[in-house]
């Protein structure tokens, strides 16, 4: 469903956006998987990949990963500074939310629940992209 979602959505992307919000959504998406896996730690007696990593992403991890997505993220704020702040805002709810669900049914966050991150970021940039924003 994800993957049909973003193909619709980057079929819908007005012209002058399809290459600068195809990569802010890429670099986005990527960056709130930074985010959460910087928020929470892992699950008590989880095991895998992420677990052996996730301790280890702080604070200095997350504002290195926000200055690297920045010369991926610049271009398609500034041709839709309006969706750029919306998908600032959605971001945000998506993370509170996403960090309360996982804290809660989980007890942290694993590598499938990263990956949801990711999804979720990219699907923000492109709907932010679609919309019709009043200028």
């Not at 670099?27 to 677990?51: C, H, I, N, Q, T």
């Not at 290195?64 to 610049?74: C, E, H, T």
């Amino acid at each position: 469903m994800a993957l049909g979602l973003r193909a619709a959505l980057l079929v819908a992307l007005p012209e002058q956006l399809i290459l600068p919000a195809m990569v802010a959504s890429a670099a986005f998406g990527r960056w709130l998987a930074v985010v959460s896996k910087a928020l929470l730690r892992s699950p008590p007696g989880v095991e895998g990949m992420v677990s052996r990593t996730i301790d280890a992403t702080g604070r200095r991890q997350l504002a290195g990963a926000s200055v690297v997505i920045l010369p991926f993220v610049l271009p398609f704020a500034w041709l839709a500074p309006v969706a750029a702040i919306g998908v600032l805002l959605g971001a945000v709810a998506f993370v509170w939310w996403l960090c309360a669900f996982l804290r809660r049914h989980l007890g942290g966050v694993t590598g499938d629940c990263l990956g949801l991150a990711v999804y979720a970021g990219q699907l923000l940039v492109l709907l932010a992209a679609c919309a019709r924003w009043p200028v």
